[in-house]
T-cell receptor, first 117, second 116 residues
Framework: NAGVTQTPKFQVLKTGQSMTLQCAQD?????MYWYRQDPGMGLRLIYY???????DKGEVPNGYNVSRLNKREFSLRLESAAPSQTSVYFC????????????????FGPGTRLTVL | AQSVTQLDSQVPVFEEAPVELRCNYS??????LFWYVQYPNQGLQLLLK??????LVESINGFEAEFNKSQTSFHLRKPSVHISDTAEYFC??????????????FGAGTRLAVHP
């Protein structure tokens, strides 16, 4: 049981380049989330997916797109990277109600450290 | 809308000393409250949470937090810290919603540095 996995761990991009951050969970969780972490600002929600087939904008969605590929996988795409997107990106998931797990705990991946030059 | 304020960005403390990390929240509705911990170069892990019931909640590694509704606070305490407690601590709130998911609102974080 690997929990939440993210790839890559590190990435350096030039301004204007595109890339996709991958996230997968093997805990059969319904809900998945993408956050960015910046110094002094905590974590801010970019997008979330309450269940397979649905996605919604969070607090800071501009410049990003997401795909909920299936129940396990939730990817984050930067179409044209900008220096303001330099950050650490975390994916998280949470279980559905009535399964014995708590709907109120999110499980985080190890993060992707992205630098945009 | 909910918001979270962590009053200290950094807290230096000596090993075996007590520590308190302060967290205040604002919300017009009932909320769930959480403390997450992030060890260096790792993702966040849940430390403890308050959903309902007893206002004092404890973690397995000696931390505790008390929900104070009148002061809208959820301060984290430990009577004696270890070097291994060095980490960044995030307070978070969520509003109970239907649909099987919750959106967490995080504070800016408090960096706890334990010195020998």
């Amino acid at each position: 049981n690997a929990g939440v996995t993210q790839t890559p761990k590190f990435q350096v991009l030039k301004t204007g380049q595109s890339m996709t951050l991958q996230c997968a969970q093997d805990m059969n969780h319904n809900s998945m989330y993408w956050y960015r972490q910046d110094p002094g600002m905590g974590l801010r929600l970019i997008y979330y997916s309450a269940s397979e087939g649905t996605t919604d904008k969070g607090e800071v969605p501009n410049g990003y797109n997401v795909s909920r590929l299936n129940k396990r996988e939730f990817s984050l795409r930067l179409e044209s990277a900008a220096p303001s997107q330099t950050s650490v990106y975390f994916c998280a998931s949470s279980p559905p109600p009535g399964t014995g797990g708590s709907t109120d705990t999110q499980y985080f991946g190890p993060g992707t450290r992205l630098t945009v030059l | 809308a909910q918001s979270v304020t962590q009053l200290d960005s950094q807290v230096p403390v000596f090993e075996e000393a007590p520590v308190e990390l302060r967290c205040n929240y604002s919300s017009s509705v009932s909320v769930y409250l959480f403390w997450y911990v992030q060890y260096p170069n790792q993702g966040l892990q849940l430390l403890l949470k308050y959903l309902s019931g007893s206002t004092l909640v404890e973690s397995i590694n000696g931390f505790e937090a008390e929900f104070n509704k009148s002061q809208t606070s959820f301060h984290l305490r430990k009577p004696s810290v270890h070097i291994s407690d060095t980490a960044e601590y995030f307070c978070a709130v969520s509003r109970p919603v239907s649909g099987g998911y919750n959106k967490l609102i995080f504070g800016a974080g408090t960096r706890l540095a334990v010195h020998p």
